[in-house]
């Protein structure tokens, strides 16, 4: 309806979803960069922290494990010196603090490979842990980062009102500007051709 009116008076349209696409568009992108670039700088220091928390697991579940081992070598050296026991006398409770022992074993190392998988971690030949180096390009890093942007395309960013009326002001110089080259300024507001 307004399209027909413009042009039966030959008025300009102004359609302020149009008009503001460009902002709105700009202003999408602003925010999506800063989102990405304070994400980068988050993460990268929370992974940092997790890898050096796990680096400490790692080194604590090697110390249980060697603890666990020990105990193990020395339950089996006793058991060595000692003379056999009767059926009765206690023999299954040793067995069975050996099994817990091994299966706790099994469950120390399960973890402490998960962890050794999860970040990365290598060993020297002294078999010290070597923390990976943490950039921007990270596995983990990139990963956090990358969903965060996503929720950040996704959130629809309002433009201030004042960036409307700028729009709006534009546009209408735009306008006047046209129909001044023209020589037509009968259709701007506030002009008629009788005060010319």
Do not use: W
């Amino acid at each position: 309806m307004c399209k027909m009116l413009c042009d039966h008076y030959s008025a300009s349209l102004l359609d302020m979803n149009v008009l503001a696409s460009d902002v709105r568009e700009t202003e999408q992108q602003k925010h999506v960069d800063q989102v990405r670039d304070d994400a980068k700088v988050t993460f990268l220091n929370q992974i940092r922290e997790q890898i050096q928390s796990a680096a400490q697991l790692v080194i604590e579940s090697r110390t249980r494990r060697a603890m666990i081992a020990a105990e193990m070598a020395e339950d089996g050296e006793l058991e060595g010196n000692q003379p056999p026991t009767t059926i009765g006398e206690g023999g299954e409770s040793e067995e069975s603090t050996m099994q817990e022992k091994i299966i706790q074993e099994k469950e120390e190392l399960e973890r402490e490979n998960d962890l050794i998988k999860k970040f990365g971690f290598t060993f020297d030949e002294e078999g010290q842990i070597i923390l990976p180096e943490i950039t921007e390009e990270h596995p983990l890093v990139r990963e956090q980062v990358e969903r965060v942007t996503v929720e950040a395309r996704n959130h629809e960013v309002e433009i201030s009102p004042e960036m409307y009326c700028s729009v709006l002001e534009e546009a209408i110089r735009a306008v006047i500007t046209g129909h001044q080259t023209q020589g037509d300024l009968s259709s701007v507001a506030g002009y008629s051709t009788t005060s010319l």
